[in-house]
């Protein structure tokens, strides 16, 4: 080929299999006699072609497999012998991953003309390390990425706000930087807020001094009682001496010191109750904190923290969830009254699904008493909940990019979530064949065309995929069918075996359950002209793999759980089932976490692989569709 034509080839190569097979067809024939594309040292026609193949999953793939015996040898040999060439592929890929983000916006208005981004723009994401990052949390994450390294060329500073040893624990901690840089979040810097313990009593100490926060034994019922009624804490005239002692106490858990907490003098009866003199310290003194130990006996809490820590790291823009909309005057309160740099706010709604609460307290209640598995269970509203429940990274971040950073609330239906997955999965996803174990009918074939010895024949993983690859499908005179399909025959009916052809229905054997039947194989049969397309799976020629399938439900009964509802009283008594069931001995050579079909059944996750641990099954959950059952 000349080089205008190898020129044409890179800029076709980013389609489906059936676009660039021409294409893989005539790079194949060119690299017979040759090294490289063009010349004898790597050029740039080698350099902008094995780019282009490498961004794209179904080239690679197909490449890989070895079927273009040329070309994969070239592939291979630039990859080992030119390291240098993975910077382009990363530019590449940088470009491909701007388009997608690009499209994933649509719909959702992400022009809000945010303030002083000339002097620069850093955002932060604050979770607290008391529980696993839930769907909400990634969207605050998504989306102060976004503004940081999307539509501003800024900074994302991640900083796990760890002020309450008392929920907070390493795992959480390891778990929020791990589900974080899975859904491509990459921060440019973590810190905790206890790297900023110091500088916190030091700002606690010039509050209490300039008579801007006081010390406040009453206790917790009525002091949410006065704060309610905007009545004065008795407390609340101390003088700057009196609350400069107690703070000491508090600091070194004494007996008096433990009964106090510091509040912001800020307003008694503001309309807004978020401005009601809120706590800023209290004291901790019996669980040591999972960073600091025992050095500290009391804690900022978030109102005080998050401005200070905000102004003094260079934050510029903090994105948060609209439910904290009432703090914002308090915010500006604190950054005033320290004069502190400027922090600009902006709010969205959280994501709220049907069915689904995201209370870290209410989802730690149900991991506790046993209800799920764990924080990663599949019923569960968190990132690696809905991982494992067969969610993809790139449907995750596309669903919640579109919603965009709105201020209007709305709940919505499960079924757009995982329809947006079902977009990424169908087109990859191999297909596979199960049949349940429970009453499975035994099939006798007979008639021209039935196997006299048991044989397999290579079968496509995926009918319009031909990158996914091939799978081996057994064919024998002894079959298993589904007893549902079985109940639905008519003797004499004629019916399609999926990946084989026609057959009558013969000799049906048995009622409640149906125990036997004959096919009588019609090779030439029309299968266009069968009402019922059936999978099966041969008892020889093969061996079946074992497996559980599992299906799931929502955890409670009710669409909206308001916040004093006894959660306990809604919970749905069955949230799991799960059936046995045999599948194709292909099966067994799945790994976790892979993602396939099951023909007529649906998609389902790999939970636990055949050769994974001392018993050999196949563990599969179940993934929605979108489809309401």
Known sequence: MKVD????IAESLGGDFKSIEPH?????KHLTLRTYLSGYTLSHLDTQIWVAIKSNRVAVSFVRKGSFVNLHRWFTFVEQVHPEIQAEVKAADSVRKAKVQAASRAGASYNLALQDTDKGVVTRFLPEPSGYLHIGHAKAALLSDYFAHQAYDGKLRLRLDDTNPSKEKEEYQDAIIEDLAL???KPDVVTYTSDYFDHLYDTCLTLIKG???YADDTDVETMRDERGRGIESKRRNRTVEENLDIFDQMKNGTEEGLKNCIRAKISVDNPNKA??????????PN????????????????DLACPVVDSLEGVTHALRSTEYTDRNPQFQWFLDTL??????MWDFSRMNFIRTFLSKRKLAKLVDNGKVWGWDDPRMPTIRGVRRRG???PALRDFILKQGPSRNVVTMDWTSFWAANKKEIDPVAPRHTAISKKDSVKVTVKGDGAPAEPRAEDKPLHPKNPAVGTKKVAFSQELLLDQADAKSFQDGEEITLMQWGNAFVRDVAGAEPITALTCELNLQGDVRSTDKKVTWLSTQGQQLVDAELWEFDYLITKDKLEEDDDLDAFLNPTTATMETAYCDEGVAKLNKNDIIQLERRGYYRVDKAYHDGDERKVVLFAIPTGKNK
Request: proline share 6%.
């Open 5 to 8: 034509e190898l020129v044409a």
């Open 24 to 28: 893989l067809n005539r790079l194949e």
């Open 183 to 185: 859904m491509g979040v």
């Open 211 to 213: 008579g801007h926060a």
């Open 275 to 284: 401005m009601r003199d809120p706590v800023i310290y209290r004291c901790n």
């Open 287 to 302: 669980d040591p904190h999972h960073r600091t130990g025992t050095k500290w006996k009391m804690y900022p809490t978030y």
């Open 339 to 344: 004069h502190l740099r400027q922090v600009y």
């Open 391 to 393: 969610m993809t990274i």
